[in-house]
């Protein structure tokens, strides 16, 4: 038991020699901003589509006669694109765990950008009638798909170069990709918005946003292509331990790790449909407030939490992670009608200010999510295990949240069902938590120090 403990610091060293200050391990910094980066840019595909199903495409792609139904079809195609993670959690997730990291990821990111492109180039209804919505759909079922496959291979990216004791910040660059790309998106909207006439904006300048994100995958490619494989999927191949079958495995052998990892994302993911979807449409619709006013929320927001999502994730490596997520949670259920009740007075600066702490109790879920579902499973499933648990979650969180809002809303009147819909999404939160393990690195060392010795 001495010797491997004694052998770790002496690793450390070294590597510290190799990468320079702070004695990070080789490779860790550039594989974090290589995964900061590549979610970004897809979040930031994911993330125009989200505002554009609110504010657009119900007029352009679904003009049925009233409003509310249009606004439900064009919902129904952002829960598509959740619907179908699973799909890229499967496909993705069995090749990650198979012949590795990095090629999976190349393929995540250019399928996410081809099908952003196209959707910013498809002919609207009064063009080619009902084949603009049903293209919509299939373009954001292969959205979908690149995201489910997405997600696990870039948590892994960084916390597999990372530090394992230090996982919770390490891990946390991939959910910094959400707000970022979150704030990329809105903030190209908003200025469209802004220079352009209402008119304009809806026949071609909302298509821009989607057209840029072209230059954006480039760039992002470049990055990719050039990383290495992660130090422990290499030491899973050199001991021969990649599994051959790990979906069938994740379901056999690690149920309750599944269970555990997909159920903590649930109050996250509500959370932040909330937050970045059905507040644009409450704010305008009800309230009065211009698209503008809205849009500038959500950007304060996702600014503040490029700094609180990683300072969370480095919280919970020095406290249980658990019960910081935990006590995010409940704080969530007992915010959402104070968000509500400061809001009814009409005022820009009151929705700003509750828009940046919905999102803050946000970052102290999202920051450590991505390290306390990838130590749910053992190395050699975890991105298999990480993304099953991401995607199937996202089916009942997330893809369903704005129809959820939607129909609560328009059923009553009022958010008091609303805020009670996030009052069980913590609970289901907090039931995942307490099922779930506590951080392992037992295993990551010993790959490691083998693969050295």
């Known amino acids: ?71 439900l079809l064009s919902f129904s195609t952002f829960a598509v694109g959740y619907l179908a993670r699973p799909i890229g959690g499967v496909i993705f997730g069995r090749l990650g765990d198979k012949i590795g990291r990095k090629h999976v990821l190349v393929v995540t990111l250019m399928l996410i950008g081809v099908a952003t492109v196209l959707i910013g180039v498809l002919p609207d209804y009064s063009a080619i009638g009902v084949a ?16 489910g496959g997405e997600w696990g291979g870039a948590v892994l990216l960084s916390s597999e170069f990372g530090d394992a004791r230090k996982r919770g910040f390490w891990s946390s660059a991939a959910q910094i990709g959400p707000p970022a790309g979150n704030l990329m998106a809105n903030g190209v909207l908003a200025l469209l918005a802004a220079t352009l006439s209402n008119e304009a904006f809806l026949s071609w ?95 304060i927001g996702s600014a503040f939490q490029l700094a609180l ?5 480095a919280l919970t490596d020095r406290f249980n992670r658990r019960l910081v997520y935990g006590i995010a949670a409940v704080g969530t259920a007992v915010y959402i009608p104070l968000f509500f009740l400061m ?44 993304s099953l648990a991401y995607t199937l979650a ?34 289901v939160t907090v039931v995942g938590l307490a099922i779930g393990k506590n951080p392992q690195t037992s295993e990551e060392e010993r790959l490691l120090q083998e693969a050295r010795a």
């Open 309 to 313: 999502i990683p300072a969370a994730g």
């Open 205 to 299: 300048g909302w298509r821009v946003a989607f057209l840029a994100s072209a230059l954006l995958v480039v760039f992002g490619l470049l990055i990719r292509l050039k990383l290495e494989e992660t130090p422990v999927f290499k030491a899973i191949q050199a001991h021969g331990e990649a599994p051959k079958a790990p979906i069938k495995e994740v379901f056999t052998k690690e149920p309750r790790a599944l269970v555990a990892a997909a159920l903590s994302r649930i109050c996250p993911d509500v959370l932040y449909s909330l937050f970045t979807v059905f507040v644009a449409l409450y704010a305008t619709k009800q309230l009065g407030m211009t698209t503008g006013n809205v849009l500038g929320a959500i950007l």
């Open 394 to 427: 996202g089916v009942i969180g997330g893809a369903v949240a704005p129809l959820v809002f939607t129909a609560l809303f328009a059923a009553t009147g009022n958010w008091f069902l609303i805020a009670g819909y996030l009052a069980v999404s913590a609970v």
């Open 1 to 71: 038991m001495t010797a491997p403990h004694q052998a770790a610091p002496a690793a450390g060293k070294k590597a510290g020699k190799r990468t320079g200050k702070r004695n990070l391990p080789p490779g860790a910094l550039k594989a974090y901003i290589a995964s900061l980066t590549g979610t970004s840019l897809e979040y930031y595909d994911f993330a125009i589509y989200s505002v554009a199903s609110a504010l657009i495409f119900p007029k352009i792609f679904f003009p049925v006669g009233d409003e509310l139904v249009g606004l």
């Open 343 to 386: 809001i009814q007075g009409k005022s820009v600066l009151m929705l700003t200010i509750g828009v940046v702490i919905g999102l803050a109790f946000h970052a102290f879920m999202y920051g450590p999510q991505a390290a306390y579902i990838t130590e749910q499973f053992p190395a050699r499933l975890r991105y298999a295990g990480s």
């Open 132 to 147: 603009a919505p049903a293209i919509l759909v299939l373009l954001r079922l292969a959205q979908g798909i690149g995201v």
